[in-house]
C-alpha cells in the first residue's frame, strides 16, 4: 500500500467520536488510541520553515472548511477528520482538531474513549451536558470553557441538554506535551465584561493562571470587540504559532481580512497586529509549532 492510500485509510479511523452509534468498549481503548492515529499524520504541514525567518502565513476560508452532515450532527472541519481528508489541511502545530458542530435537539455523541489528548469545548449557543468516567457530569453553555486531559484514557459521551433547541459548540484537539497523565476535567464561565474590547486568557498551561489549563505550551484568548477596535496581541513562546477563529463579524489581522468562521494561522513571528473591521468576537489559539 502505498503513504497516500496508507495515511487516508488510517484517518478515516481516527474520529472515535462520530458517535451515533456503539458504546465503546474498555478493552478498545489501546487499538483505538486517539494520540496514536492522529500522530500518524504529523509532518504534513504548517510547521516552521528553519531556514527562512519572515513571517508565515496559512489562510482557511469558511467556505473551504470540510463538511458533514449527519443529520442529527452538523459538522464543519477546519482540519482533516473522520472522512474529510485533506492532505493540506492536517493540522496547525500541535493544534490537530477544529470543528464547528452543530446537534440536534436530544441528541449527542454516545460514550467513546480517548487517551493522550487535550480536548476543549466551547459552546456557541444551547447547553452540551457532558459525562465522564472520572465521574464528572456537567452542563456547559455558552460562555463557559471546557477542557479534558485524556491521558492514559478516558471515556466520555456529550448531550445536547434541550430537546427543542440546537446546540452549537466548538470542539478543539491539541497534541499534549506529556504522555499518560492522569486523566482530568476543568471548566470555568466567563463574564461578558471580560472579553470587551480585549483579548481575555481562556486557556494557559499553568494551573494557577487565568482559564483552563492544559498540558501543552498553548494560551487561549476570546475577545469581543466593538469596530474600530485595534490591539497587539504579543506571542508569549518563542516558536509558538497563534491560529485566528472568527466566530463572528470581521477583522484584519497582519492585512488580512478575515469574516465569521475564517481561520488564520501565523508563525515566525512574535506579535500580531489585529484591528475589528466591525463587531467581532474572535478566538486566538497560540500553540507549539514543533511537537515534542
Known sequence: MDRKKFLKKSLLGAAGVIAGGKVAK??????????????????????????????????HKANTRGHANHGWLDSHHSFSFANYYNPERMH?????????DIVDGGKGFNTHPHDNMEIISIPLEGDLEHKDSMGNT????????????????????????????????????LFPNKKNVTPRYDQITLANQQLKNQFSQIL??????????????????????????E??????????GVYAFVLEGSVTIEGQILEKRDGFGVW????????????AKVLLMEVPMQLN
Open 204 to 229: 494557559s498551561p499553568n494551573q494557577n493562571d487565568e482559564g483552563v489549563w492544559i498540558h501543552q505550551n498553548a494560551w487561549f484568548h476570546m475577545g469581543n470587540l466593538e469596530k474600530g477596535f
Open 26 to 59: 474498555a478493552n478498545e481503548t489501546k487499538k483505538d488510541s486517539t494520540y496514536d492515529k492522529l500522530m500518524d499524520r504529523v509532518g504534513f504541514n504548517h510547521l516552521p520553515n528553519k531556514e527562512v525567518r519572515t513571517m508565515k502565513t496559512v489562510l
Open 138 to 173: 456537567t452542563v456547559i453553555k455558552q460562555g463557559d470553557v471546557q477542557a479534558m486531559s485524556a491521558g492514559t484514557g478516558v471515556f466520555h459521551s456529550e448531550y445536547n441538554k434541550n430537546s427543542d433547541q440546537a446546540v452549537k459548540f466548538l470542539q478543539i484537539w
Open 268 to 279: 515566525d513571528t512574535n506579535q500580531l497586529k489585529i484591528k475589528a473591521d466591525n463587531k
Open 92 to 100: 496547525f502545530g500541535v493544534l490537530r482538531v477544529l470543528n464547528d
Open 231 to 240: 490591539t497587539t496581541y504579543q506571542v508569549k513562546s518563542p516558536g509558538n
